[in-house]
């Protein structure tokens, strides 16, 4: 009973090769230079990290079962990387939980905005973008073109990639 504890979860390989993907994808250069213009500071890292993170969340919660477990599994193991992201800048073990909670309120909101705007026109997307991810420095047009790219190809994902660990994107 005691040893369930320290079993890995189900999926744990998966969830671990998804974020992986989305770690090699947000860390493309090509994102923090024109046309694309998210800044290179620990903000702007963060806001393509959620915005990546969102498509491949959003995806996998449409799926049928495992997709949704999927998703929360990888959901949880972005906000460990992140914790331990902030404990290694030497953010205080009192300062962490804070920060966390105002990480996690972004990570939702912005996952929140992106879907709204992905439900409307390029406008509309590009206007969220330019708010959160360029902080307000561009148009975001280029982005929003790239998202929308993006969304398309992950719903067009089979499943069973999701399953052992894929998650396809597009070159910026």
Same mark, same amino acid.
């Given at each position: 009973?005691?040893? #369930? *504890? &320290? %079993?890995?979860? /189900? !999926?744990? +390989?998966?969830v671990a090769r998804l974020y #992986?993907?989305?770690?090699a994808q947000w =860390?493309? $250069?090509?994102?923090?230079q024109p046309p694309y213009g998210a800044p290179d500071t620990l903000e702007g =890292?963060?806001?393509?990290?959620? @915005? !990546? +993170?969102g498509l491949v969340l959003r =995806? @996998? #919660?449409? *799926? /049928? +079962? /495992? #997709? /949704?477990? @999927? +998703?929360?599994? *990888?959901?949880?193991?972005? &906000?460990a990387h992140l914790d331990d992201? *902030? %404990?290694?800048i030497g953010i205080s073990d009192v300062g962490v939980p804070k920060k966390m909670k105002k990480l996690a309120g972004a990570f939702m909101g912005r996952g929140v905005a992106y879907a709204n705007a992905l439900q409307q026109d390029e406008a509309a997307l590009a206007a969220a973008l330019s708010r959160n991810v360029l902080a307000g420095t561009g148009d975001g @047009?280029?982005?929003? !073109?790239? $998202?929308?790219t993006a969304r398309a190809l992950l719903e067009s994902a089979p499943p069973e990639g999701f399953l052992r660990g894929e998650a396809a994107f597009p070159a910026p």
């Open positions: 009973m005691i040893f #369930g *504890l &320290f %079993r890995k979860p /189900p !999926h744990a +390989a998966e #992986g993907a989305i770690m =860390r493309e $250069v090509a994102f923090y =890292r963060f806001e393509m990290l959620t @915005l !990546h +993170a =995806r @996998l #919660g449409e *799926l /049928p +079962a /495992p #997709g /949704p477990e @999927l +998703a929360q599994q *990888l959901s949880n193991s972005i &906000f992201a *902030l %404990r290694e @047009l280029a982005l929003a !073109h790239y $998202v929308r």
